[in-house]
Structure formats: C-alpha cells, structure tokens
C-alpha cells in the first residue's frame, strides 16, 4: 500500500512556493504558475472561472443523493481537475468560487431551524456543520488557511459568523487543515466548548481552557454546552493518525436521538495497528447514523464496518495545502492509493459533498 504522505502535508507546497518567491524576489512574477507563459496561464484562468461556472450550476441543479447521479458524479470529476492544477488555491476563480460555496452555507445556517432530523453542512477540508433541533456541532473547522495562498481562505468575518452559528468545535488533532487556533479562540471567547486531544497546542496557554474528554474507548462522557442547557453524550474514541499524533474520535449522541461521528485524520498502518482494538467493535456498543470520514484512509471499509453507520459523508477531498498528488480526488485515485473505495460504495450508502453544500437526514 502506498504511503499516504498526509502527514507532511504542505511541506513540500511551502517549499515550492518559498523557492518561487526566493527566485521571484529579484524578478516580478508574470503569472501565477511560473511554468506557464502568461498567455498560457491567462487561459488556465480562464478555464478555471468557466469550469467552476458551470459545476456550480450543475451542483445546484443535482443536489447530493445517497445515490449519486451520473451527471452529478461527472460534475465532481471536472472540479478534481479544476482543483488538480498546482497552483489552484492561487487562481482568482478558484478563490472566488470557495468563497462563494462557503457564503451560500452560510447563509442557509443562518436562515435554518431544524425541525426533526439533521442537517449537515460540509465546509472546507473534513469541516462539517451538524445541526439537530436543539444543537449544532462543529468539526475540524477552518478557514482554508493555505500557506502562502494568498486570499484563498475565507475571510475572518465570514468565520466570525460561522463560529457564532456553533455551540461546540471537535477538533480530532494537531494538523493544520484541521486545527487552527484562531478558529478555537473565538469559540472559547464566545463562551462555547472546544474538544481537543491533549497534544492540540500543548504549552500554549488556550491549552486550559480547552476540553479534554478522556480518550476512553466506548464510554459516554457527559458534555454541557449552552452554559448547561443542553447535554450531549460522547464517545471519546483514542484513535490516531499514526503513532506519532493523538488523533479524537468523537462518536456523538445529540439529545434527538441521532448518532453522529468524525474521523479526523485516523489512519493505522503497517505495525502500528492499535487502534482496531476499538475500531473492529464500536458497532457492538453504540448504533451509529452518520460516519464523517477522511477519504484517504486505508482500510476504510474495515472502519466502516467496525462503526457500521447507516450513511457515510467522505471528506478531506481535494485539500488543496497538500500537494496535488495527494488531494484526494472525488474520483478516488483507489488503485494507485490502495483504497477500498469501490467496494465501500458496494457496501454502505455514500454521501459525496462538496464545499458549502448541505444534507438533511433522518432516521
Ligand atoms: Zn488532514
């Protein structure tokens, strides 16, 4: 199986760009991918805003569905592409088309009340949005902060809104496409609930002020939020991406009844397979509803069927901090990254989202 090197995510992107900007600093860059002409990156901008134009209308026009329609699936395909140039995050119509995606969520958070059921949002990266009648859950939000991406990250004010939106903020662990401190802070001066594993900002003083429910496999821990007025109940699970990094799986019973549970980055491999202790029995300990899960991990259909949840919604495609070989696509790039895509697909409902796009759900 091929190593995933989610890991150092952004690493070598940081290098390339710094690279870019040393050799550009005595030179004024003409175009925003320096291999390019500038005729021939004007027209991948173009390419960009008239692909981006059309997906958006067709994603409109086909709304997420357990079962996922040709000309949807189609549409998803042509945005891996779109997202697929190396420097997309640095594309105006990139940008522009994020952003958009992220203001239209919000504007539909800020405008729902839901009445029975959920109803999830996926923002960017394995960001989502839950929200029951009585409570809306936060996972690994961020802006998008791509290093050195300039203007591809949602603007502060929009995250301000979004943040005001949420009673609570799960972050599964340390990486920057998960966690940023900035998005913890505002949460805790709201006077809202952040969870984190304890090596998220270890030493640094809102390390306090987060929470840290034990890493404790298949125990309901109680957690107040809304100063009291509403519990939520959550399994702590103490999993990991790799052995190096404490990575949180928060399984959630909301107080509707409705299970809802987030994977962060949790990956097993080679001979540190520990967290299976836990992972190959959730089912025989809790029903699950809904699995948010990385799209690049490695036996997903073992974690699927050890959660077995009734829906999985996939996330993490295309985070464009990595490098472009390893933006997970909607198409899956399975063989070459040995995932079990296919036959999940065969096995479980799958949900396929895009940024800013919702889902309603009920039992
Ligand atoms: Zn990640």
Known sequence: MKKFVCLIWSIAFAMNVMGQNASTSQKKPTTIDPSLTKVEDEFMNRQSAYFLDLIEKNLHTHPPLMETPEARMLTL???DAVLHDKYAAYREPVQKF????????????ENTKVDSGIKIWKLYNIGFIARTKSVTIAFDLVTG???????????????????????????SHRHRDHAQIEV??????KGKVVVAPPQVWEGQEIHSRITHLKRESHTKQKLALKGGKVNLEVVNYPGHQMSSHENNVPLIYTPEGITI?????QINEGKFMVDYDWIDDVHKHHQLDIFLVNNWTNDILRI???LNPKLII?????????????????????????LEYTQLKQTYPVLLMVWGESFHYSK
């Open 77 to 79: 395909y042509m945005l």
């Open 304 to 306: 699927a069927k050890g």
């Open 261 to 265: 549970a987030h994977s962060g980055d």
């Open 314 to 338: 996939p996330g993490h495609e295309n985070e464009l901090g990595h490098t472009f070989d390893d933006r997970v696509p909607y198409w899956g790039d399975e063989k070459y990254l040995g």
């Open 145 to 171: 902060n791509t290093p050195e991406a300039i203007g591809f990250a949602i603007p502060d004010a929009t995250m301000e809104r979004i943040i005001k939106q949420c009673d609570v903020l799960f972050i």
């Open 184 to 189: 913890a802070q505002s949460f805790l001066d």
């Open 98 to 109: 994020f952003h958009h995606r992220i203001d239209q969520a919000l504007t539909e958070i």
